[in-house]
């Protein structure tokens, strides 16, 4: 298993071309604007923590080339189960760096495809638990968005300022929101730019669970053991019908839901699993 521990001496967005170099130092890779480590009994459960503290961890470049490599090695370690992504107490993310995006302009932005890769996190077959403590604003909602569930810690509040820069969201909060909450909430956000009470959140379920600040982390973990003990398989085709019912029409996802459905027919997990009901015993999922 891949254990990655580095702590941030400097809070700046390094560059990932420093990265790189660091990489090819060492066969643990050493993260600059994250820190990466696991957690639970069985250190099943990836953690990623956004660590940019002084600007409120706003989702520089490197940060975010950052959170896609720990992505795919948490994707690719057989050992890990799920992967929660946090921040700290006072930001999950403030948003895109909006120092980094000043000097560009429109031939910066669209030439070099800005953004495009900042959805890495939602081509996980693993399921990815965003556990939001303090602002989750701009570009912060939107990857808080992007991951399968999100818990709250009560001093969370989740926005779509990008109007009040003279900008809209860029990173899929005009789409994901809508989906999350409803049209009326969601053009009301996008259209003020007003944050959003954890409670709010909880009630117009754009977050399934609020916890005390200090106790949100925990229980993210304890969510992902949870999910830990269930068959992989079985939980990455549920996954990814729930993820395309927010791409296709109703018709095609039931189509897909079936043919997921029928696949886990050919797992031994399926089997296992109806055969440990029956039997009045935990099911011993074998990821096959
Ligand atoms: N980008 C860069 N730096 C940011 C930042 C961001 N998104 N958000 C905060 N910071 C920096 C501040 O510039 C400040 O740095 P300095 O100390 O060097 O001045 C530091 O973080 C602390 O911020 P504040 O002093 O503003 O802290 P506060 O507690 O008074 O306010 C806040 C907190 C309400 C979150 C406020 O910082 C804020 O409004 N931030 C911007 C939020 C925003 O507009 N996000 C959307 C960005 S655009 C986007 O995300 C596009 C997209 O769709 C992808």
């Not at 643990?28 to 957690?39: G, K, L, M, Q, S």
């Not at 459960?45 to 948490?74: H, S, T, Y």
């Not at 944050?195 to 005390?212: D, R, W, Y």
């Not at 200090?214 to 003990?229: C, P, S, Y």
Request: proline share 3%.
């Amino acid at each position: 298993m891949f254990r990655l521990v580095s702590r941030l001496a400097r809070t700046g967005c390094s560059s990932s071309t420093h990265f790189g170099a660091i990489r090819s130092l060492s066969s643990t890779a050493t993260f600059e604007n994250i820190i990466v480590d696991t957690r639970g009994a069985k250190a099943n459960v990836g953690l990623i923590q956004l660590n940019r503290p002084k600007a409120l961890n706003a989702l520089c470049d490197p940060l975010m080339r950052e959170v896609n490599e720990a992505l795919d090695r948490f994707e690719s370690d057989d050992e890990i189960a799920a992967v929660v992504i946090t921040g700290n107490e006072k930001a999950f993310a403030a948003g895109a760096d909006i120092k980094e995006m000043l000097p560009l302009d429109y031939k910066d932005v669209a030439a070099g495809s800005f953004l495009s890769h900042w959805d890495r996190v939602t081509r996980m077959r693993k399921p990815v638990i965003a556990a939001v403590n303090g602002f989750a604003l701009g570009g912060g909602c939107e990857f808080a968005m992007m991951c399968d569930i999100i818990y709250a810690g009560e001093n969370a509040h989740f926005g779509q300022p990008e109007i009040l820069l003279g900008t809209i969201p860029g990173a899929g909060g005009t789409q994901r929101l809508i989906r999350a909450i409803g049209k009326s909430k969601a053009m009301e956000q996008i259209l003020t730019g007003e944050k959003m009470p954890a409670t709010e959140a909880l009630q117009s379920g754009l977050v399934s669970k609020i916890f005390p600040v200090g106790q949100l982390v925990d229980e993210a973990v304890k969510l992902g053991e949870k999910i830990g003990e269930l068959s992989p398989i079985a939980v990455a085709f549920a996954k990814e019908a729930v993820n395309i019912s927010c791409e296709v029409s109703l018709k095609e996802g039931l189509r897909f839901e079936k043919k997921m459905f029928y696949g886990t027919f050919a797992t031994n997990d399926r089997r296992e699993g109806m055969k440990a009901f029956i039997e009045k015993r935990k099911a011993n999922f074998t990821n096959t």
